[in-house]
């Protein structure tokens, strides 16, 4: 989804055809939050099921790995805002904002595999995924929030334009 709209959305915004580029921006969040929450539903609702498509079938699923599959999708829903977000930036050409973003897993993933363990069980550890999605999501926001401002444009913008 996201790399399918960004050259539609970068050519409408160089054609400087705002009303449109907005309209596509728009519908690109819906369109991914939908299928974000159906892929987070299907892994929370079906996880025992998806886990024994990897495990042989004489191996138990213990509650450890349902545990740990289900920490590393816990917050799926970040992965959609995240998305979207990069998708904007890289569609109107954001390099350096969208370089933050991309770098952001190597300052998380690191301290928080570390940390993790010394305070939950071993099986927790599958959080750092989640939490860097999160994080992702919260320095995206941040970051495209300035770059929309440069731009003459909001979030406000993009879900009021009609």
């Avoid at 050519?11 to 055809?17: C, E, G, I, T």
């Avoid at 099986?123 to 860097?132: C, D, K, M, R, V």
């Avoid at 919260?138 to 770059?147: K, N, T, V």
């Amino acid at each position: 989804m996201d790399t399918g709209i960004q050259p539609l959305i970068s050519r409408l915004f160089a054609a400087k055809s705002e009303k449109t580029y907005l309209k596509v921006m728009r519908y690109g969040f819906y369109i991914t939050m939908i299928l974000t929450f159906a892929i987070y539903l299907g892994l929370m609702i079906f996880t025992e099921e998806i886990a024994q498509i990897f495990i042989d079938d004489n191996e138990a699923i213990t509650p450890e790995i349902i545990v740990f599959l289900r920490c590393t999708f816990i917050l799926q829903p970040f992965v959609g805002i995240y998305t979207w977000l990069s998708g904007i930036m890289a569609a109107l050409e954001d390099e350096w904002r969208n370089l933050i973003v991309n770098l952001t897993p190597l300052f998380v993933q690191v301290p928080l595999i570390w940390l993790l363990p010394k305070f939950l069980p071993i099986e927790y550890i599958a959080l750092n995924y989640s939490l860097q999605d999160t994080a992702e999501a919260l320095i995206a926001i941040i970051l495209i929030r300035s770059f929309l401002k440069e731009k003459g444009l909001s979030f406000k913008k993009i879900f009021n334009a009609r």
